[in-house]
């Protein structure tokens, strides 16, 4: 899995971007995953009765970003949050004391590193959440039909999913759920925020020649980011241009042959990632790079990987690593 960590706090690569992206890549064990899900059903019917028998008011129903009705409690206090994202969407909303559990690498806000985990984003234990009794779970991704989705449908719990693409995304997901929480209010805030800060970066480097950049995801397969990937939108902000921004997938997987033809004039690294420069440098080919070649080698911090409001701190870092 592109981005893994054990437990949080410990890279090995990009982390968040790729829990967004983590979804797609385990659906590739659907099949194994459906076979689970189905013991686990039976497992957990009992379990199911008695969560449908809790007296929970679903007073409302809302549409998610998947275009799903989901019916959420008048007044969710009891929270699950199934992406380290959502978790920092949740605590900018001023829901943090909400919030009864989060999925494994939840980094951001540091307040949030102690509450228990129910295992991976998106495939956490379904007995541990049950076991949890929340009003409400939040999730992020593109698949309506992932397990999870249909496993807590089954036991009567309430999932919420948000599915940010682009910078758009991220402000959009942060009204969405605002909305669900009945946080309309400080979502309005903290999205005016945010756009105050992207507006200064861009004034920040306007007229400034970009630079032209690539970020490795993984070296093998070597995997970066499309068009559709926030961080490449984020990196035009912050004055730069990612040789991959002409890719249609956010995060396609290329040949080395296709990176050298782009001749990237510099990398972008993530600070303590292990997609590092040591990691690279000395496979065959990467050598030939340009960025490599002259040592431009420009580093972010693991903000970036994170689709919520943390990441436009390292937007604002990496505005002045490419223009001082």
């Known amino acids: ?14 982390t968040c971007v790729s829990f967004e992206r983590c979804a797609a890549m385990e659906r590739r064990q659907d099949k194994k995953r459906s076979r689970r899900v189905i013991a686990c ?19 409302r129903t809302i549409t998610d970003e998947l275009g799903r ?13 199934l992406a380290p994202s959502v978790v920092d969407d949740v605590y900018a909303l001023g829901a943090g004391a909400d919030v ?11 307040a949030a590193r102690s509450k228990p985990s129910v295992g991976l984003p998106l495939n956490p234990s379904i007995e541990t959440v049950v076991s949890l009794h929340p009003d409400l779970v939040l999730g992020s991704g593109d698949s309506a039909y992932s397990d999870t989705i249909l496993s807590l449908n089954r036991l009567g719990i309430p999932i919420f999913m948000v599915s940010p693409h682009g910078v758009e ?17 400080a979502a309005k805030e903290v999205v005016a925020g945010l756009r105050r800060r992207e507006a200064a970066v861009r004034a920040r480097v306007a007229g400034k020649p970009a630079v032209n950049l690539l970020l490795p995801i993984w070296y093998d397969p070597i995997m970066t980011i499309g068009k559709s ?5 984020m990196i035009a902000i912050a004055g730069g241009r990612s040789v991959t921004d002409d890719i249609a997938q956010e995060w396609p997987q290329v040949s080395l042959e296709a990176i050298l033809a782009r001749a990237p004039q510099a990398l972008l690294l993530v600070r303590g990632s292990a997609m590092s420069l040591a990691a690279i440098q000395d496979r065959p080919g990467w050598r030939d790079l340009p960025a490599i070649r002259h040592h431009q080698i420009y580093y972010v911090g693991g903000q970036i990987e994170y689709p919520s409001p943390v990441a436009f701190n390292a937007l604002e870092e990496l505005a002045k690593e490419l223009h001082p």
């Open 1 to 14: 899995m592109i981005g893994a960590e054990s437990g949080t706090g410990k890279r090995r690569g990009l």
């Open 100 to 110: 009864i559990a989060v999925s494994d690498y939840t980094s951001y806000p540091p």
């Open 229 to 233: 990937a926030y961080i490449t939108e």
């Open 69 to 81: 009705k989901v019916n959420v409690p008048d007044h969710p206090h009891r929270l699950i949050c």
């Open 41 to 59: 059903a039976r497992f957990l019917a009992p379990l199911a009765l008695l969560v449908l028998a809790a007296p929970v008011c679903f007073a």
């Open 169 to 185: 995304g991220i402000y959009r997901s942060i009204e969405s759920l605002g909305r669900v929480l009945n946080r309309d209010a």
